[in-house]
T-cell receptor, first 113, second 113 residues
Framework: DAGVIQSPRHEVTEMGQEVTLRCKPISGHNSLFWYRQTMMRGLELLIYFNNNVPIDDSGMPEDRFSAKMPNASFSTLKIQPSEPRDSAVYFC???????????FGPGTRLTVT | KQEVTQIPAALSVPEGENLVLNCSFTDSAIYNLQWFRQDPGKGLTSLLLIQSSQREQTSGRLNASLDKSSGRSTLYIAASQPGDSATYLCAVYGGAGSYQLTFGKGTKLSVIP
């Protein structure tokens, strides 16, 4: 199994631009999570999908952030417009049906200048 | 709200030394606890997952213990090596079946040759 796949691995963009991060969960997993890691706040859950449905988006910081999961094998996290304070590493994780352990992707390092 | 604390934030030891990393959490009603390793610029690698019914888990030179009543976990690394240098993250899962994974900010370990 290839594990959780994220793209791009690095993204540098200018303030005000739209940014789209992508995630492919492990095949057969039915839960997907987006996390953000910063020096100040550590790792924080942004949004949780179960069977492609958003269950908890209370961690999404602002309306500038949106996430979708159109099918079981793909999810996006979009920031529009981006701001310098959005600079962070964004991780995607997935989990199997009835399981507890979450498996993390390699992350996307976002820099907004 | 669950809070996870890891002390110290950074630790430097000579090669060959045994060491202990500490993790504490405020709400003892956790389901599982997991230790991760994060190398600079990389994703999270799962080291050990301790389920609620367990007291400890071992993998090679690593041993993790869990004391739910006191809200503490330790990660013991025997005979440390320079390759062990990384940031170690502790994370707790909420109640049974919960997706709530709360992370500590990590302990950055440096093993000096």
């Amino acid at each position: 199994d290839a594990g959780v796949i994220q793209s791009p691995r690095h993204e540098v963009t200018e303030m005000g631009q739209e940014v789209t991060l992508r995630c492919k969960p492990i095949s057969g997993h039915n839960s997907l999570f987006w996390y953000r890691q910063t020096m100040m706040r550590g790792l924080e859950l942004l949004i949780y999908f179960n069977n492609n449905v958003p269950i908890d988006d209370s961690g999404m910081p602002e309306d500038r952030f949106s996430a979708k999961m159109p099918n079981a094998s793909f999810s996006t996290l979009k920031i529009q417009p981006s701001e310098p304070r959005d600079s962070a590493v964004y991780f995607c994780a997935s989990r199997g049906q009835g399981a507890v352990e979450q498996y993390f992707g390699p992350g996307t390092r976002l820099t907004v200048t | 709200k669950q809070e996870v604390t890891q002390i110290p934030a950074a630790l430097s030891v000579p090669e060959g030394e045994n060491l202990v990393l500490n993790c504490s959490f405020t709400d003892s009603a956790i389901y599982n606890l997991q230790w991760f390793r994060q190398d600079p610029g990389k994703g999270l690698t799962s080291l050990l997952l301790i389920q609620s019914s367990q007291r400890e888990q071992t993998s090679g030179r690593l041993n993790a213990s869990l004391d739910k009543s006191s809200g503490r976990s330790t990660l013991y690394i025997a005979a440390s090596q320079p390759g062990d240098s990384a940031t170690y993250l502790c994370a707790v899962y909420g109640g049974a079946g919960s997706y709530q994974l709360t992370f500590g900010k990590g302990t950055k370990l440096s093993v000096i040759p």
